[in-house]
T-cell receptor, first 118, second 111 residues
């Protein structure tokens, strides 16, 4: 059980370039969540996806950011025309279902992708 | 809407001394409470959680947290810390799929 796999672990981009971050959920997990951790801050929810569906993108910036979770392959967080303020750690988490009263579904986090924008 | 306040951003502590990390939350509905730990250059790991039942929850490595509904708190404690407990600790609250995190408390354990 490989856990939640994120790559790349570190990514350096110049202003104006595109950044693509990938997340492979744990085996058997069909729900993926992206969080962003800005320097000196806690994690902030960005988006929640199920296979081929965006369930909640209330935490996504309105422009330049997009996420997908195709039927096959990893979830992708895409940031177009990056700016210095996008420098952060981006964490992916997965669960087999929505967090529920039973507590059986608990998020498993990946090790994160650290984006640095020069 | 929910929010989490971690009252201490930095907590230096000597090895074998006790430590308490404070966490207060606000929410208009019943919530579940979590503590996560992040070791240097690693992802978040669940330390412990409160969902229901006993208000005192424990982790396998000696940490415990107590849910206090009247004070809306979920403070984390360990009676005797080790050097290996040096990490950042995040309190989080959720009532569905979305976790709201505090800003984190960095614990530095010194010999």
């Amino acid at each position: 059980n490989a856990g939640v796999m994120q790559n790349p672990r570190h990514l350096v981009r110049r202003r104006g370039q595109e950044a693509r971050l990938r997340c492979s959920p744990m085996k058997g997990h069909s729900h993926v969540y992206w969080y962003r951790q800005l320097p000196e801050e806690g994690l902030k929810f960005m988006v929640y996806l199920q296979k081929e569906n965006i369930i909640d993108e209330s935490g996504m910036p309105k422009e330049r950011f997009s996420a997908e979770f195709p039927k096959e392959g990893p979830s992708i967080l895409r940031i177009q025309q990056v700016v210095r303020g996008d420098s952060a750690a981006y964490f992916c988490a997965s669960s087999p279902g929505t967090l529920s009263l039973s507590g059986a579904n608990v998020l498993t986090f990946g090790a994160g992708s650290r984006l640095t924008v020069l | 809407a929910q929010s989490v306040t971690q009252l201490d951003s930095q907590v230096p502590v000597f090895e074998e001394a006790p430590v308490e990390l404070r966490c207060n939350y606000s929410s208009s509905v019943s919530v579940y409470l979590f503590w996560y730990v992040q070791y240097p250059n690693q992802g978040l790991q669940l330390l412990l959680k409160y969902l229901s039942g006993s208000t005192l929850v424990e982790s396998i490595n000696g940490f415990e947290a107590e849910f206090n509904k009247s004070q809306t708190s979920f403070h984390l404690r360990k009676p005797s810390v080790h050097i290996s407990d040096t990490a950042e600790y995040f309190c989080a609250v959720s009532n569905d799929y979305k976790l709201s995190f505090g800003a984190g408390t960095t614990v530095t354990v010194r010999a």
